[in-house]
């Protein structure tokens, strides 16, 4: 499927973001972060459309998209649920609150929920050990979890989706 061409806006902000560089591959993340925000997802259509408009391989901009977790190749969920998983967190709960993320909306890690609602990704750390265990959907940071409190925080969620940082 052919992914229309960026938008004027779009087309505006990243010209700005390039205009701050000093070279079009030091602009590859933000323009990546602005066609995620165009499109939802960074699926080989786009990844060439932002290739092209930087004039950089696109083989150098798919291993930036492959090589950031922060990136989804397919389109994903209202909210993205990021999960960690990493020593800090395992150690204070956190498969137990990714198992309790499973169990309420019915997902495994990188699915997305039939209404389209909650992509669940299990994460090797987002850096907030101390708070342990944690999760990150948009820019809001869900600390010191339990797995009770899960279906209650997915239900706000649910209420008020967060969208995903730009």
């Given at each position: 499927?052919?992914?229309a061409p ?8 990243l010209n700005?973001?390039l ?5 079009a591959?030091?602009?590859c ?24 408009h ?5 083989a ?22 990021r999960v ?8 204070r709960?956190?498969y137990e ?6 169990r309420e ?18 994460e090797?750390c987002?850096a907030?050990?101390?708070n342990a265990?944690?999760m ?19 239900a706000?969620l649910?209420q ?7």
């Open positions: 499927m052919q992914t960026l938008s004027d806006a779009a087309k505006q902000k700005a973001v205009s701050r560089y000093p070279n591959m030091a602009a993340l933000p323009a990546l972060h602005l066609a995620r925000a165009e499109y939802g997802h960074l699926g080989d259509d786009v990844v060439k459309l932002v290739a092209d930087l004039a950089l391989p696109v150098h901009v798919h291993g930036v998209v492959t090589f950031y977790t922060m990136f989804r190749r397919e389109p994903s969920g209202q909210n993205v649920l960690c998983t990493n020593i800090s967190c395992m150690l709960g956190g609150i990714l198992g309790a993320v499973e909306l019915g997902i495994k890690p990188g699915q997305t929920t039939p209404d389209g609602c909650f992509t669940l990704i299990e090797e987002l907030a050990c101390a265990p944690m990150i959907c948009g820019a809001r940071y869900f600390l010191d979890l339990v797995p009770e409190k899960m279906p209650e925080l997915l706000e649910r008020t989706p967060q969208t995903e940082l730009v």
